[in-house]
């Protein structure tokens, strides 16, 4: 199956992507893994994308656009993939259409992850980390340390990061709004669009999402 999954920031994106890819036997393409793996290598669209990133600016579609179709081409993508965080927008989805039917392909499924803009807030905001081992992950509401501010398997000190704070999450969620909310809309049109509802245990909305695929 080709898929695209889309939701906002903390819908659990990444941690979806992971169970679906293994359940359906297809890689995880993840932008940001798509960034780190070219520029680690020093690829000419890691090099460029990378001097755009060093000015502090975004990085232009055609870039992103290389980089995927690049990994698209990949021998274990073949039979499907499932893309996060790609496309981003409507000119990144025309584009990633141009791209599969020049090949004879198309998508099987949209799969957009849908969570309230509080909830959101609440999952990211509510977000500590642990100083001394960043992998040391807790949540004032959902896994709270025993002991506040204070990693239960270390002891190191827990923070909150920049990019969790409130008024960073929110500015997140308006450029999730403007950028890449207009995209449901480009593959409803096409009858591509499957709406999970994002909330409860992890395997829940796994079982949620892939039910809906069958169908």
Do not use: W
Not at 80 to 93: C, K, T, Y
């Amino acid at each position: 199956m080709r898929i695209v999954l889309v939701g906002p920031p903390g819908a659990g994106k990444g941690t979806q992507a992971a169970f679906l890819a293994k359940n359906l036997s297809i890689p995880h393409i993840s932008t940001g893994d798509l960034f780190r793996a070219n520029i680690s290598q020093g690829t000419e669209l890691g090099r460029r994308a990378k001097a755009f990133m060093d000015a502090g600016d975004l990085v232009p579609d055609e870039i992103t656009i290389g980089m995927a179709k690049d990994r698209m081409e990949q021998p274990d993508a073949v039979n499907g993939f499932l893309l996060d965080g790609f496309p981003r927008n409507v000119s990144q989805a025309e584009a990633l259409d141009a791209m599969l039917q020049s090949e004879g392909m198309k998508l099987d499924a949209v799969l957009d992850l849908e969570v309230e803009e509080d909830e959101v807030v609440k999952r990211i905001a509510g977000r500590r980390i642990c100083r001394k081992e960043s992998a040391h992950v807790f949540h004032v509401t959902y896994a709270a340390p025993k002991s506040a501010g204070v990693c239960d398997t270390c002891g190191g000190e827990l923070y909150q990061r920049e990019d969790d704070s409130e008024a960073t999450v929110r500015n997140r969620l308006e450029v999730y709004h403007t950028q890449t909310e207009p995209i449901i809309d480009y593959y409803k049109a096409q009858g591509l669009l499957v709406t999970i509802p994002a909330l409860g245990e992890v395997a829940d909305v796994t079982k949620r999402a892939m039910e809906a695929l069958k169908k």
